[in-house]
């Protein structure tokens, strides 16, 4: 295998090139690297910066004392960032023992031995024996068998990463249900479906550990569902989060959604716009999935690090902070099909919303899809008039 050293913000790591060939994707090789996931980790960068101001600001911690774990480490490459490029102490952990080789070289390459530590365990024995400020979990596929263990080690904020979209999203119906314990639905806004499962097993997880949580920021693409979750100690918080769970009813015939808050709940199947038989999500967390205040911080992150996704991170990062907090949104495609009419812009769409009185936003999880407030029957009309 062959290797070479590569440079993410300030960061340099030496990683194994794998051979040219689509048969071989980045997990064959012996330690893993992805540079398709050099956005996730610009807006890790970013995200954990803020969240770290914010701690210090609350001045129970000094920056010294803070510890941050890259549970799945591989190269060592979103630890050696938090270290050098945030400024706060990062563990590595990864039980492969090609990995934990390759994290104690790039340690020494970037000269952060002071400020790190390279571990060579199972994540789950390390995050049960040790509490961090931080916990970020970024393993391969679903991170479904590592919450419990995160959420046991968490003090302050658990970053989680989970590239299992088809069972999140409802296309492996049965692998979501083994996983996540919820029934996810995949319909149009299988994307929102996704991150909405992640969060509410996330919360559920943490909730048998007395914690409760507030999610700071969520984004989703094509592959992954990524979120940083701010850790709130204590049964009431707990108990608080929980009122953010409940279910989602999906009208398959004329395409009414709507939540149920709660998860003690009686739920009607028939549809209250036309009458037919609805499909039932959940349990799902209903709650923001972003705090809009810590999108600014954030995106004032991203300005003063030096970032190669900087252009993307920060436009994602503003279509999410600027989305109504109205769960499942509508794709302008899908409902134009239907009615046989051709799409317009999405912001003409947008905009004839607002102007017939209803709330109405663009949304992070792809270009032809919004959120309103308005009923499905007001919308298709709205469409129709276009
Ligand atoms: N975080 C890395 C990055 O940003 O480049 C990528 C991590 S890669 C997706 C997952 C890593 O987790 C692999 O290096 C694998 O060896 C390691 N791993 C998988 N299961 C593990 C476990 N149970 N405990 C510790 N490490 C594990």
Not at 44 to 58: D, E, I, P, Q, Y
Not at 128 to 145: A, L, N, Y
């Amino acid at each position: 295998m062959m290797y070479k050293t590569i440079v993410e913000g300030t960061t340099k790591v030496l990683v194994p090139v794998p051979p040219q060939d689509a048969a071989f994707p980045p997990s064959a090789a012996p330690v893993f690297y992805n540079p398709e996931m050099e956005l996730n980790r610009d807006i890790n960068v970013a995200a954990t910066a803020a969240f770290v101001k914010r701690l210090l600001s609350g001045k129970k911690l000094l920056r010294e004392e803070i510890r941050y774990v890259d549970a799945f480490s591989a190269s060592g490459i979103r630890g050696l960032r938090i270290a050098g490029e945030v400024g706060i102490h990062a563990t590595m952990n990864d039980w492969n023992s090609d990995a934990f080789e390759m994290i104690k070289e790039n340690i020494k390459i970037n000269g952060l031995e002071e400020k790190t530590l390279a571990t060579h365990k199972s994540a789950n024995v390390l995050l049960h024996e040790q509490k961090f400020h931080i916990v970020d979990i970024d393993p391969f596929g679903t991170p479904s068998p590592f919450l419990d263990a995160a959420s046991a080690s968490v003090r302050n904020m658990l970053s989680v990463t989970a590239t299992d979209t088809a069972p999140l999203c409802g296309a492996h119906l049965k692998a979501g249900i083994r996983k996540y314990a919820a029934v996810p639905l995949n319909t149009e806004y299988h994307s929102e479906m996704g991150l909405r499962v992640l969060l509410g097993a996330c919360a559920r997880e943490l909730a048998k550990h007395e914690k409760g949580m507030l999610p700071l920021i969520s984004h989703v693409t094509r592959h992954y569902v990524r979120t940083y979750l701010k850790v709130l100690p204590g049964a009431k918080q707990t108990d608080k989060t929980l009122k953010s769970m409940g279910f989602s009813i999906h009208c398959p015939t004329c395409g009414f959604r709507g939540p149920v808050y709660g998860l003690a709940v009686h739920i009607k199947n028939d549809c209250p716009v036309c009458g037919s038989f609805t499909q039932i999500a959940g349990p799902l967390w209903l709650g923001p999935f972003r705090e809009q205040a810590f999108c600014d911080e954030v995106i004032s992150e991203l300005e003063v690090h030096p970032l190669n996704t900087k252009d993307k991170a920060k436009k994602l990062i503003t279509f999410s902070r600027d989305e109504l907090d109205i769960p499942m949104f509508y794709d302008q495609h899908v409902i134009c099909k239907e009615l046989g009419v051709s799409a317009t812009g999405i912001e003409i769409l947008i905009e004839a919303l607002k102007a017939h009185g209803f709330e109405a936003s663009r949304t992070h999880f792809s270009g032809t899809s919004f959120r309103t407030d308005a009923p499905i029957t007001e919308i298709k009309e709205i469409i129709r008039a276009l």
